[in-house]
Structure formats: structure tokens, C-alpha cells
């Protein structure tokens, strides 16, 4: 199986920056692409971002395009969410999750990190 870590959440002020990271291991020569998720109080989870591990091709959540840019780094198993111009409304617990080679399903989950913006 691949473990998720994810690290880089914090308290910031709207309009400011955060860099999350989520280092994978394990069997991690099956990863097909790797997302992150988000999910505020209340509210149900929401895509935000995903790469595909062996093209770099990314797609992104409306919400947040132009704003955030996802990158992964394949000799580290990791992949980064570079958040721009914050919102108060981005407040939520962000996770990342793999897809598997060949496999539609969300397989694999980290912990998440919390990620509060200020107004």
C-alpha cells in the first residue's frame, strides 16, 4: 500500500502564501496521479487540485485556478500546493490522495493539515 503525509499548514492572513507537501511511501511505483482535497466545517469535501505522476498534466478546481499551482517531484514521492492570494474562504483541512496505476478509485488518504486564512 502507499502511506500519505501531509505537512505545511498554518494561520495566514488573507492575501498571503502557504506551500502544503505530501510525501508518499511504500509501493509508491504504483502511483497513477495524486490530489488534494479540502474540507471546510460543515461543508462536504471539494476537489482542489491533481497532477498525474508521469506527465506532470495538472487540473484544477475553478475555485481556485490562477491562485493555486500543484507540482510533484517524482525522485522525492512528493507532491506541493503552492497557495496564492488567500481567501478567508480556503480556511478548511486540506488532504492529498493517490490514484493507483490503472485504478479510478481514491485508494489512498493522509491525515490532512489545517489551513486557516484570516480576514
Known amino acids: 500500500q502507499v502511506q500519505l503525509v501531509e505537512s505545511g499548514g498554518g494561520l495566514v492572513q488573507a492575501g498571503g502564501s502557504l506551500r502544503l507537501s505530501c510525501l508518499a511511501s511504500?509501493?509508491?511505483?504504483?502511483?497513477?496521479?495524486m490530489t488534494w482535497f479540502r474540507q471546510a466545517p460543515g461543508k462536504e469535501r471539494d476537489f482542489v487540485a491533481a497532477?498525474?505522476?508521469?506527465?506532470?498534466?495538472?487540473n484544477y478546481a475553478d475555485s481556485v485556478k490562477g491562485r493555486f499551482t500543484i507540482s510533484r517531484d517524482n525522485a522525492k514521492n512528493t507532491v506541493y500546493l503552492h497557495m496564492n492570494s488567500l481567501k478567508p474562504e480556503d480556511t478548511a483541512v486540506y488532504y492529498c490522495?493517490?490514484?493507483?496505476?490503472?485504478?479510478?478509485?481514491?485508494?489512498?488518504w493522509g491525515q490532512g493539515t489545517q489551513v486557516t486564512v484570516s480576514s
Open positions: 490522495a493517490v490514484r493507483r496505476v490503472g485504478i479510478s478509485e481514491y485508494g489512498y
Open positions: 511504500g509501493r509508491t511505483s504504483s502511483i497513477g496521479s
Open positions: 497532477i498525474r505522476w508521469s506527465s506532470g498534466s495538472t
